[in-house]
T-cell receptor, first 115, second 109 residues
Framework: DVKVTQSSRYLVKRTGEKVFLECVQDMDHENMFWYRQDPGLGLRLIYFSYDVKMKEKGDIPEGYSVSREKKERFSLILESASTNQTSMYLC??????????????FGAGTRLSVL | DAKTTQPPSMDCAEGRAANLPCNHSTISGNEYVYWYRQIHSQGPQYIIHGLKNNETNEMASLIITEDRKSSTLILPHATLRDTAVYYCIVLSGNYKLTFGKGTLLTVNP
């Protein structure tokens, strides 16, 4: 089974802190994604990576950056956390080829609270 | 990507079949129908996808109408663990998943 592991289930940080959210997948997938999920707003794509060191902005990249130094690991960075970044963060991965790239495997999520 | 319409909620008795409908009347010829679900406090989970033929896997069956304007996800023998929000998504090659409000399926004992 595909496994996507997010480093923390719950995280509490203070405004202005630099926050790292880590995600690791074990299926050699080319694509990796970071989403946030908020009540009433659904799932929104923050960043997408299709290869090592490659990234593309999603719908809401402002206030975030990402890093993909190894194929299996995709990190989301909040340079200076703000209260409006309190959310559930979800990492996903998929293969790159054909329609199967829309079969995304998700981690359990990290619920981040910024105080 | 085509827009989808799903009922906000449905109930089903444990052990019975759950039939979840989805309307996608603006679907185009190269767009697939994908179903995901999200159990409370967990990440979304892929269930099944199809283009125009009916599909079945170990989790569910997907029935797509001949005109492709609607589809039904069938969980043949629903269990309490199937209580979740079910999302119907229509996509072509675009990797970007957009989850709408979905259908909250409650399986009752």
């Amino acid at each position: 089974d595909v496994k996507v592991t997010q480093s923390s289930r719950y995280l509490v940080k203070r405004t202005g802190e630099k926050v790292f959210l880590e995600c690791v997948q074990d299926m050699d997938h080319e694509n990796m994604f970071w989403y946030r999920q908020d009540p009433g707003l659904g799932l929104r794509l923050i960043y997408f990576s299709y290869d090592v060191k490659m990234k593309e902005k999603g719908d809401i990249p402002e206030g975030y950056s990402v890093s993909r130094e190894k194929k299996e690991r995709f990190s989301l960075i909040l340079e200076s956390a703000s209260t409006n970044q309190t959310s559930m963060y979800l990492c996903a991965s998929s293969i790159q080829v054909g329609r199967a790239k829309n079969i995304q495997y998700f981690g359990a999520g990290t619920r981040l609270s910024v105080l | 990507d085509a827009k989808t319409t799903q009922p906000p909620s449905m109930d089903c008795a444990e052990g019975r079949a759950a039939n979840l409908p989805c309307n996608h009347s603006t679907i185009s010829g190269n767009e697939y129908v994908y179903w995901y679900r999200q159990i409370h406090s967990q990440g979304p989970q892929y269930i099944i996808h199809g283009l125009k033929n009916n599909e079945t896997n170990e989790m569910a069956s997907l029935i797509i109408t001949e005109d492709r304007k609607s589809s039904t996800l069938i969980l043949p023998h629903a269990t309490l663990r199937d209580t979740a929000v079910y999302y119907c998504i229509v996509l072509s090659g675009n990797y970007k998943l957009t989850f709408g409000k979905g259908t909250l399926l409650t399986v009752n004992p």
